[in-house]
């Protein structure tokens, strides 16, 4: 079997920047399994991962547009310590939701001034290319509830905390017996 739409690959990967530092990886960890063609990975990694087969090795460095896209400065913003409520103890590093024009959206803490906070929803990893070396374990074909719904229901589930692989959803991939499940945010696989 070939991964393709619908099918579910069960890959080890490894993600470096172009400087050689890998940032993450999976072969520490159970394989990460993602249903294929449903928006689950960065699109560059999921076009070469298309036709391979069980046992094949993938190294590609996906450049940024296919990956988180560009650096966008205007996603970078200093507000009002006051608008954190009552949180205390903000550091850099710290992520948030933030309520936006355009819906809530991610942001990260990136410095902490005496009255002001700069925030950053850009990925951390938008405007770089990325380098991977994938091993492709095991494909099966999705079932019919994992293509409605858009993501696996694995036993294994992915081993993947934050998966720089992800997509465009944050629904959970993880089996219910682990937690996740339909909606959960679970193990972060995408």
């Known amino acids: 079997m070939k991964i393709s739409q619908h ?9 470096s920047n172009q400087q050689g530092e890998v940032l993450e990886s999976s072969f520490d960890m159970q394989p990460m399994v993602y249903l294929h063609g449903a928006n689950n990975l960065i699109p560059g990694l999921e076009k070469a991962l298309e ?3 069980t046992g094949d090795i993938v190294d590609v460095t ?5 990956a988180y896209g560009p650096y966008h400065d205007g996603l970078r913003q200093e507000v009002p310590l006051s608008a954190f409520g009552d949180i205390e103890d903000i550091i850099p590093g710290m992520r948030f939701i933030a309520e936006t024009e355009m819906g809530q959206r991610p942001v990260q803490v990136t410095e902490v001034k005496d009255d ?5 929803g850009n990925h951390p990893l938008a405007g770089q290319a990325l380098v991977f070396h994938v091993e492709v374990m095991d494909i099966r074909e999705a079932t019919e509830e994992e293509i409605a719904h858009g993501h696996i229901h694995a036993h294994g589930g992915c081993g993947s905390k934050g998966g720089c ?4 959803g944050e629904e959970g991939c ?3 017996e682990q937690g996740g499940g339909c909606g959960s945010g679970g193990c972060g696989c995408h």
């Open 51 to 53: 036709g391979k087969a």
């Open 7 to 15: 099918t579910v690959p069960s890959i080890h990967y490894r993600l």
């Open 116 to 120: 002001t906070v700069v925030v950053d």
């Open 165 to 168: 692989c992800g997509g465009e």
């Open 174 to 176: 993880c089996s219910e």
């Open 62 to 66: 996906v450049d940024a547009e296919d």
